[in-house]
């Protein structure tokens, strides 16, 4: 079992930042791939960037060059650096992570960001 916690959230205004954390415990041996993803008011969920135990990262096209995920692999943390946020950015971040041994994904609880314009 992974529990994850996330913190950072809040209300920022266009053009801000905010730094997502999202730590991981529990009874696992290790980590995969571990990343973040979005649930705006009535859109669909959608990943926002992944990054491999490696380093390797990936993110999707609307956050390109204005986020920055990264992670420490010694304390299990993923995290989210959000700069020149939008309005359009507003939603409920959820962190995921996924084990290696059996490659489970397991979901925070969630954490709601606000960009007012």
């Known amino acids: 079992q992974v529990q994850l916690v996330e913190s950072g959230g ?53 956050v390109k060059g204005r986020f ?13 650096q959000m700069n020149s946020l939008k309005p359009e950015d507003t939603a409920v971040y959820y962190c995921t992570a996924r084990t290696v041994v059996n490659g489970r994904d397991y979901w925070g609880q969630g954490t709601q960001v606000t960009v007012s314009s």
Do not use: H
């Open 68 to 80: 920055t995920i990264s992670r420490d692999n010694a304390k299990d943390t993923v995290y989210l």
């Open 10 to 62: 809040g209300l920022v205004q266009a053009g801000g930042s905010l730094r997502l954390s999202c730590a991981a415990s529990g009874s696992y041996s290790r980590l995969s791939a571990m990343g973040w993803y979005r649930q705006a008011p009535g859109k669909q969920l959608e990943s926002v960037a992944t990054i491999t135990r490696g380093g390797s990262m990936n993110y999707a096209d609307p």
